[in-house]
């Protein structure tokens, strides 16, 4: 499976993007797919997470602000982010578990300025 995030680039604290990530595959909406992100200097860290028949996820640092989706269609995964902060910038991946193995995207910078 290869993925394709997009959507990144910079803005203004307090504004808003939305990501998207394709995968090159069909991948049923029972598995999980996610978004991590990874500032400088520090480790990848979980953002949202999302698969069928539950509730999404989210890290307590995104919740209210972030909503994740899915259009299983287009086998497409999104991020909209919205009142972004300067500590919310970093590198975004997606990520999805299929057939028992960790499949990444190339990640997209994001970048909140103050």
């Known amino acids: 499976v290869q993925l394709q995030a997009s959507g990144g680039g910079l803005v203004q604290a307090g504004g808003s993007l939305r990501l998207s990530c394709a995968a090159s595959?069909?991948?049923?909406?029972?598995?999980?797919m996610g978004w991590y992100r990874q500032a400088p200097g520090k480790q990848r860290e979980f953002v949202a997470s999302?698969?069928?028949?539950?509730?999404?996820n989210y890290a307590d640092s995104v919740q209210d602000r972030f909503t994740i989706s899915r259009d299983n269609a287009k086998s497409t995964l999104y991020l909209q982010m919205n009142s972004l902060k300067p500590d919310d910038s970093g590198v975004y991946y997606c990520?999805?578990?299929?057939?028992?193995?960790?499949?990444w995207g190339q990640g997209t910078q994001v970048t909140v300025s103050s």
């Open positions: 999302i698969r069928s028949g539950r509730d999404p």
């Open positions: 595959r069909t991948i049923h909406s029972s598995v999980v």
């Open positions: 990520k999805v578990n299929y057939q028992s193995r960790d499949y």
